[in-house]
Structures are given as C-alpha cells and as structure tokens.
C-alpha cells in the first residue's frame, strides 16, 4: 500500500493556500498585457475571466468533494471520463505550471536583486521546496503570512491611489490602437485579454488538489474554492480600478508593471520601494502554491505509473510527497538558472485552461446528486475555457499544442503499465 497524505489542513487554511497562489505576481503584471489586448474594454476582459474562473471553480469544487484524492482534475478525469482525458489533465498542469513556477520565481528575483535574478529565483525555489517537504501545516502558515503582507500592501496602494490626482489625456499614454478597431476584433481583444487574466485567477486548483490533505474535504473544499475566488475577484477589480484611475488603460497596458508604475507616480514615488518588495513576496507566494500544485499532480500520476512509482513516495514523518516535491523543486530550479520562462505565461495559460476544460466536462458526467449544480454551470465553464484559450496570441496557443502531442505520446508510452481507471491508485 502507498502512504497516504495527512489530512491538517482546516477551512481557513485551504483558502489562504488558494489565496496565496491567485493574490501572486499576477495581480502586479496580469492586467498590462491584459488592458494592450482588450484596450478600454479591459473591464469587460477581467469580467470574462471572473466568470469563466467561477463556473470552473464551482465544478473542481463538487469534483473535490465527489474525489478527495491529491491530484486535482488528473483524478476526476482519470475517474470520470478514462485515462486519456485525465492524463492530458495532469500532464498540462505538471507541464503549465512548471513553467509558471520558474517564471513567479524569475519574477521574484527580478524585484528582489535584478542584477542576479537567476540565483536568487534559484534559491528561493529551493527554500520553499524544503518548506514544502516539512509539512503542509507549515506551508500554510508561511501563505498565511504572505498573503497578510500583499493584502496589506495592495490596501495602502488602493487608498493612496484614490487620494491622488486621476490620470489626464495629455499624460497618460493613449488608449491602446485596439480601441480603433471594428468589433468582431474588439470583442477577441477583450477574449485574448481575458485569457492573462485567467491566468491570475487560476489558482484555486491548489486547494482542489490538496485534496488528500484537507480535513472534512466535502464540506471544507467546496466552501474554500468559493471563498478564496471570491475574495480575489473583489481584490482584482479594486486594484485594477484604482491603477486605471492613476494611469489611466493607455497607461496600465503601457509597461509591464502597472501596480508598480501608478506606485511611482503617488505621492512622489515613496510606496513604489514597499509595492516592489510586495510584488516579489506575492511571486514568492505564488510559487509556494505551485510547488504545492505540481507535486501533488505529480505524486497522484506516479501512483497511477504514468511516471515512475518513487514519485509517489510519502515521508514517514511530515506525510508529505517529498520525493515528488523535491524533483519539482529540483527541476524549476535547474529551468531558472538556465533560462528566462517568463514568456510562458500565455502558454501556461492555455495548459490550464485545457485542465479546467476537462475538470468542467468531468464535472458534466457526475451524477445529479453528487454534481449539486445546474448543468449550464460546467456547460458555460467548458465553453470559456475552449473559447478563452482559442483567443489567446498564436504563439501561446502552438506552444501548447505541441506540449499536448508530447503528452500523447507519453501516455502512449505509458498506459501498458498504468492502473486502469477504477483501481484505487495507493493499492
């Protein structure tokens, strides 16, 4: 038998889990390439991305509640649709937030000491991975803190944004060009800018796939889900609103640090030192929730034997999947030392928008006692995602196309020696 995981973690601390991986970097980069795709309309953008994010995450919810297994839409796929579905699930996300994670942490060391981005994103990876392996309770604190900090920050930057002179035509960059177009092509501006939006929405799967961990998990997940997306969207829109009103839209989609560049210009620039340590501890944040993530997903697809069974190994003492954590951790390291993936947050993006269109299509098939939702809520959240992820820049959608080939054919590679579904994956 494989070693389960304990279950330590409560309803307060399964939503700050979750609002420590959405309340990230993305609140502090999401809305420029955002507001440059979708221009004025960018409101309707983040709108779109709220609502695709709230049917999706309503769906994991009920599927956490049906599956309180770690691994997230890789189990309810596997469980519900067959392997094929669930594997593609799990080796988007892996693979997606992989990326994301070496990208948060470039992130991080890029606010923290820019001219040794690289060591210090290294560094950070392998200080939170060891947290990590020393238990979920002490990671839940550490978000805990974190999140107590940006919330903090973005509070005083709200309110000190509001008390400051509102952004003129003749000082803030112009509306971007999108805004002159006719609108079919407004409309997929406002489709494109809210796929980076989902990006900073997405993640609430941390908790779904703590599944294992969580106490009481049909009660405590669905309740979680729904807070943490919740909050987060009323964070989003204050902040967005309050950026909006210091640039001005030509201003936010003008730079790649919106939050930070309306921080230089209130009050002669004195909070901008505070956003940028607040930006870099959000990073930090964020990259503690994808650890979480990935290895979970990781250990969940071990023990199924789509990758190899030491990955699902459960430390005796803190029962946690530290061999599938340390190799995250390892890997996401190796990746931002020798490379700069924040280019793949469109990528990302689209990976898990394909995760979620599984985890809606799953939650579809549930039966009605057990789904506890009006059809049309996965029915909209699958829709979204397929048209939210089409709308995203070319590139960001080759990229993931190729990445899903290459899942094809590990799957092929790998499903003789996989459990089928219906097998309990820790015989």
Known sequence: MTASLARRLGLTDAVVVG????????????????????????WAALAVAAVVAVCN???????????????????????VLGPLPGFLAGWGFVVGKTASCAAM????????????????????VLALTLLSVLGVQR????????????????AVFVVAAWTAEPALPGVAPPVPPVDDEAWPLRILGVLGGAG??????????????????VRDPARTIPRAVVTAISVVIVVYAVVLASTVHVLGVGGVAAGPAPVLDAAERIGGGGLAPIVRVAAGIAALGALLGGILGVSRTTMAMARDRHLPPRLAAVHPTTRTPYVAE??????????????????????????????????NAAALRLARQHRRLPAWVPALGAVGCVVVAGSLPWESVAAGVVVFAVGGVVYVVTRRRAL??????QA
């Open 326 to 359: 340390i190799s995250v951790g390892v890997l996401v390291a190796c990746i931002v030392l020798v490379a700069d993936v924040r280019q793949a947050i469109g990528f990302s993006s689209f990976a898990v928008l394909v995760y979620y269109l599984v985890a």
């Open 105 to 124: 942490a470039l992130t991080a060391g890029l606010y923290v000491w820019p001219e040794h981005a690289h060591v210090v994103a290294a560094a950070a």
């Open 57 to 79: 995450a309503l769906s994991s919810a009920r599927l956490a509640a049906r599956f309180p297994a770690a691994g997230g839409t890789y189990v309810y796929g596997r469980e």
């Open 420 to 425: 089928p579904p219906g097998v309990p994956s």
């Open 19 to 42: 609002l420590g991986a959405m309340i990230g970097a993305g609140v502090f980069v999401a809305f420029a390439p955002a507001a440059a795709r979708a221009g004025s309309l960018v």
């Open 196 to 213: 980076f939006c989902f990006f900073a929405f997405a993640g609430y799967a941390r908790i779904a796939t703590l599944g294992e961990e």
């Open 139 to 154: 990671t839940a604190t550490a978000s805990k803190v974190l999140v107590a900090i940006v919330v903090a920050v973005l």
